[in-house]
């Protein structure tokens, strides 16, 4: 009597995990249609979310990516979420992203050279494929932005006012196109 008890909780027990992983699939599915999520994506293997990463070489480099996804090809995509007014890539978002992909690419993962954005607007949420930097790129991106904030290099001037308007280093700046002083 008690074996068939026990039979019975263990098929019950069993027959609830299938629900709810297949409750998790549907769940799943349903945000990748909502998503509109890239084929390559959808088909891939999410490896990690939110995962911090570091490096010491080539330069002391580190930071949080967002979503890494194993593909088909056996390669490791980067995935970085973007909230914006409208659907745009910046080149800013491009060098982090490549950040990630020479640190990953360090410690022996097979990187694809592109990364998808997630960015997610007022109209929805759209996925922007884009090539990256790469190492050598990335190293003199990284020595550029640290010989600025050293005082060892000089900034070029902004195309845009609104660079200027938000820009930290006004006071600093000798060459500010779009100031009032003269």
Known sequence: MAEAYYLAIVCLLILSLYGIDARRREQRRKFILKER??????EGQL???E??????????????????????????????SKTRDKHQVFLKDIVQV???????TRIGMKMADY???RVVTPDGVQYIKRNLLNEAQ???EFDR???????????????????CISC???INCDNWQFSGRQ
Request: no cysteine; charged share 20%.
């Open 37 to 42: 999520m890239p084929t390559e994506l959808s």
């Open 47 to 49: 490896i990690r979310s």
């Open 51 to 80: 995962y911090y990463i570091r490096t010491e070489v080539p330069r002391k480099m580190h930071g949080t990516l967002d979503q890494l996804y194993r593909v088909m090809s056996g390669l490791h995509v980067l995935v970085d």
């Open 98 to 104: 490549s950040v990630y992909r020479v640190i990953l």
């Open 115 to 117: 990364a998808y954005f």
């Open 138 to 140: 990335v190293i003199e």
């Open 145 to 163: 932005t640290q010989a600025l904030m050293n005082g060892k290099a000089t900034p070029s001037n902004a195309q845009h006012k609104a660079m």
């Open 168 to 170: 930290p280093q006004q």
